[in-house]
């Protein structure tokens, strides 16, 4: 295994920011930490790439303990927060060399490692690091934590706020590194990039809700679900709460996704109780479940 989380706890005056985690995380593995805001995955983070101490527990990355091992495991892991952190007065150019430089390492030494990605923000190399676009600025951060060829590279929140287009090849520069024997430990809190893990875990208030690969967690979900949608979506939603059958009801792009607690639903009892509510255009389609749905369910 080359992360291994036995019942790490952390907690800030009255707010419990994790609660027991425990999981590994194997070599060349895409593994994803999937959850919202506030659910303990930056803490996580931190603790695991040495910056903060955890208050019960034990991990280990790349066989170094994070504890006594401290040292060793900054030589050997890429970080890169969720927030852009690299020096913005700085060009593209001078960010790189600067942090080879602290790894005892060159831009030379490594390229072909960061080479699908740098030849895509090369054009900006004199440029400043903080004129950069969001999708620049990420490719940069990434080039930047793996100067030093890690052996483990921790994403936190890597695409948040960046547009779908660089979301996209973002996805596809990792599903290229993991082929260079490097395992990636990556959070965010958009559940359709769970489906690009190997394996994921679902977390929640600092608690893991189930750990599995994204197949098999949408395969947990046992609930027939229906995409609902009407001429007011507000009031569908209303309604829908106050149906005394329901089991659960979220919006859900353009939809809302309802389940309802009788094995034998009727979707044309539930029309009739809608249409009772003044809501017309009213459609009731049976649809397969996905990890957002499965994590709705594990979070009730």
């Known amino acids: 295994m080359s992360i291994i989380v036995s019942n790490i706890s952390k907690s800030y005056k009255k707010v419990k920011a994790l609660q027991n985690i425990s999981f590994n995380v194997k070599s060349d593995e895409i593994f994803g930490l999937i959850g919202p805001d506030g659910a303990g995955k930056t803490t996580l983070f931190r603790i695991l790439t040495t910056l903060l101490i955890a208050n019960k527990g034990a991990a280990s990355i790349a066989g170094f303990d994070v504890i006594t091992d401290y040292k060793s495991i900054r030589k050997n892991v890429g970080y890169m927060p969720g927030k852009f952190s690299l020096y913005q007065d700085l060009t593209v150019q001078e960010n790189l ?50 100067i030093h060829k890690p052996k483990v590279l921790f994403l936190d929140e890597p695409t948040t706020g960046v547009d779908p287009v660089s979301r996209k090849e973002f996805w596809e520069m990792l599903k290229r590194l993991q082929g260079k024997n490097i395992t ?28 599995a690969t994204p197949e098999a967690i949408v395969k947990k979900y046992s609930k027939a679900i229906y995409n609902l949608s009407a001429n007011n979506m507000f009031e569908l939603i209303n309604s829908l709460k106050e149906y005394k059958h329901n089991h659960s009801v979220y ?50």
Do not use: W
């Not at 990039?193 to 679902?202: Q, S, T």
């Not at 792009?253 to 539930?270: A, I, K, Q, S």
């Not at 809501?279 to 397969?288: A, D, G, H, P, V």
């Open 97 to 146: 060399q600067f942090f080879a430089t602290i790894f005892g390492t060159t831009l030379e030494e490594n390229y072909d490692l960061i080479k699908d990605i740098y030849i895509q923000i090369e054009p900006f190399k004199n440029r400043r690091a903080g004129k950069l676009s969001g999708g620049m600025k990420q490719k940069l951060a990434l080039c930047c934590a793996l």
């Open 184 to 211: 990636i430990l990556v959070s965010t809190p958009y559940m359709d990039e769970a489906a690009l893990c190997d394996r994921i875990a679902l977390i929640q208030d600092g608690q893991i809700l189930e750990i």
């Open 251 to 300: 919006p859900f792009g353009e939809f809302v996704h309802y389940t309802d607690c009788r094995p034998d639903f009727n979707p044309t009892e539930l029309k009739v109780f809608l249409e009772s509510k003044n809501l017309t255009n009213i459609i009731i389609e049976r649809t397969t479940a996905t990890i957002e749905d499965t994590f709705m369910e594990l979070s009730k």
